[in-house]
């Protein structure tokens, strides 16, 4: 049987039944109960009597410590809980925004309802106003019409960073509001 581990990184996989070399281990039987040191292919002829598996869980203790167990059955329970952790990991997106200084009022609106979304499902909104050609000559077009986004959006949303010019456009960043703690 191979010993594989099913989490990603630089971490060794578990050592089973005649992948494990070094000799005594301490054993741990199926009940979970310590059975004291003894030399491994002692502790592989109980594992087999079972019909179970050895396996190696703390390979870097000396001696290191063995446990029988169904390593089918081990295996998929690891996967079960990393794919739990993966689902309550909240990954914080950060959605944008993309605006011009000569956006009509309804266009406004209809971005701002957009906007208004992403923060509701709890996005950041990173709102970007492009100025093009001449329009730089106007940067405080520019900033009136990011001022009125702003309002637009001021019931549902915490300004982080505030309008600040970056090359040829003007970005802010809003975080959905935080509920005022009791």
């Not at 002829?45 to 000396?62: F, H, Q």
């Amino acid at each position: 049987m191979n010993g594989f581990k099913l989490s990603k990184g630089n971490e060794r996989p578990h050592r089973v039944n005649s992948q494990i070399r070094i000799s005594p281990v301490v054993l741990i039987n199926q009940e979970g109960r310590n059975m004291g040191s003894m030399p491994t292919h002692k502790a592989m002829d109980i594992a087999a009597m079972v019909g179970l598996d050895l396996v190696e869980i703390a390979p870097n203790s000396r001696p290191p410590v063995c446990r029988i167990m169904d390593f089918g059955k081990f295996k998929f329970e690891q996967g079960v809980k990393e794919k739990k952790q993966r689902k309550k990991q909240r990954v914080n997106q950060v959605k944008e925004v993309h605006l011009s200084p000569s956006i009509q009022k309804h266009d406004l609106e209809t971005k701002a309802k957009a906007a208004r979304r992403f923060l509701e499902s709890g996005h950041n909104v990173n709102i970007r106003l492009e100025f093009r050609r001449r329009e730089m000559a106007h940067k405080d077009i520019g900033e009136l019409v990011m001022a009125e986004f702003g309002s637009l959006l001021s019931d549902c949303s915490d300004v982080v960073v505030h309008p600040k010019m970056e090359g040829r456009s003007l970005c802010c960043v809003l975080a959905p509001k935080q509920s005022p703690k009791v």
